[in-house]
């Protein structure tokens, strides 16, 4: 900032005084982990419908369908997980675009938050029956602890489940599981990387004295 002295003619520079916007007291941001949970959701829903579909044309488009629908059930799966990876990162983008200016520690918390949210209402769908919301790692989960069940379970004798039996649903339980702490640090990784894509750095203001 400058002005002229007038008796003198001079002129007189001040110095400008920058100071940092500051960020978010409360780091934690709840409305735009909600809207990123949204968006997340939405995106999964879309692209398992997708897959799926394009699945279903490929079976029925096919003059084996016996022999091909395992190789296509893979196929399908491997491809949800990547449609699960892609809704976490678009999720954590919102979250961070709708956050304002913050810094990069602040959008890789509220990515990680996101996350954990994502991870809480998968659970709640998946005891609600709609596992398929969120890709193969919980359905395949899903999928293993209800063959457990009839297997095992309190309905049917446990005499009837020879020790073949018994190492299958193991193997397959184990093979579940592990997929599933897989799939859920993947996701983990794309939520925090799509928030620290999407965030702004804080502004500056200045001030003039």
Same mark, same amino acid.
């Given at each position: /900032?400058?002005?002229?002295?007038? &008796?003198?003619?001079?002129?007189?520079?001040?110095? !400008?005084?920058?100071?940092?916007? !500051?960020?978010?007291?409360?780091?934690?941001?709840?409305?735009?982990?909600?809207?990123?949970?949204?968006? *997340?959701?939405?995106?999964?829903?879309?692209? %398992? @419908?997708?897959?799926?579909?394009?699945?279903?044309?490929?079976?029925?488009?096919?003059?084996? &369908?016996?022999?091909?629908?395992? =190789?296509?059930?893979?196929?399908? #799966?491997?491809?949800?997980?990547?449609?699960?990876?892609?809704?976490?990162?678009?999720?954590?983008?919102?979250?961070?675009?709708?956050?304002?200016? /913050?810094?990069?520690?602040?959008?890789?918390?509220?990515?990680?938050?996101?996350?954990?949210?994502?991870? *809480? !209402?998968?659970?709640?769908?998946?005891?609600?029956?709609?596992?398929? @919301?969120?890709?193969?790692?919980?359905?395949? @989960?899903?999928?293993?602890?209800?063959?457990?069940?009839?297997?095992?379970? !309190?309905?049917?004798?446990?005499?009837?489940?020879?020790?073949?039996?018994?190492?299958?649903?193991?193997? =397959?339980?184990?093979? #579940?599981?592990?997929?599933?702490?897989?799939? %859920?640090?993947? #996701?983990?990784? @794309?939520?925090?990387?799509?928030?620290?894509?999407?965030?702004?750095?804080?502004?500056?203001?200045?001030?003039?004295?």
């Amino acid at each position: /900032m400058s002005y002229v002295n007038r &008796p003198t003619g001079e002129v007189i520079n001040e110095p !400008v005084a920058v100071a940092p916007v !500051v960020d978010y007291h409360d780091r934690v941001r709840w409305g735009p982990i909600i809207s990123g949970l949204l968006v *997340a959701i939405a995106t999964q829903l879309i692209l %398992s @419908a997708i897959i799926a579909a394009l699945g279903a044309g490929s079976i029925e488009a096919s003059g084996r &369908p016996r022999t091909i629908t395992p =190789n296509i059930a893979g196929n399908v #799966g491997i491809w949800s997980t990547i449609a699960l990876l892609i809704s976490l990162f678009t999720g954590g983008w919102v979250t961070a675009r709708a956050c304002g200016p /913050m810094n990069r520690n602040t959008a890789l918390l509220n990515g990680a938050i996101l996350w954990a949210t994502t991870l *809480a !209402v998968s659970s709640w769908l998946l005891a609600s029956g709609v596992s398929s @919301a969120f890709g193969v790692a919980a359905s395949n @989960a899903g999928e293993v602890i209800n063959q457990l069940q009839q297997q095992g379970g !309190v309905n049917v004798p446990q005499t009837n489940v020879t020790a073949q039996q018994a190492r299958e649903i193991a193997s =397959n339980l184990r093979s #579940g599981l592990w997929w599933f702490v897989f799939g %859920s640090l993947l #996701g983990l990784i @794309a939520a925090m990387i799509g928030a620290a894509v999407g965030a702004r750095s804080p502004r500056t203001q200045a001030n003039y004295r």
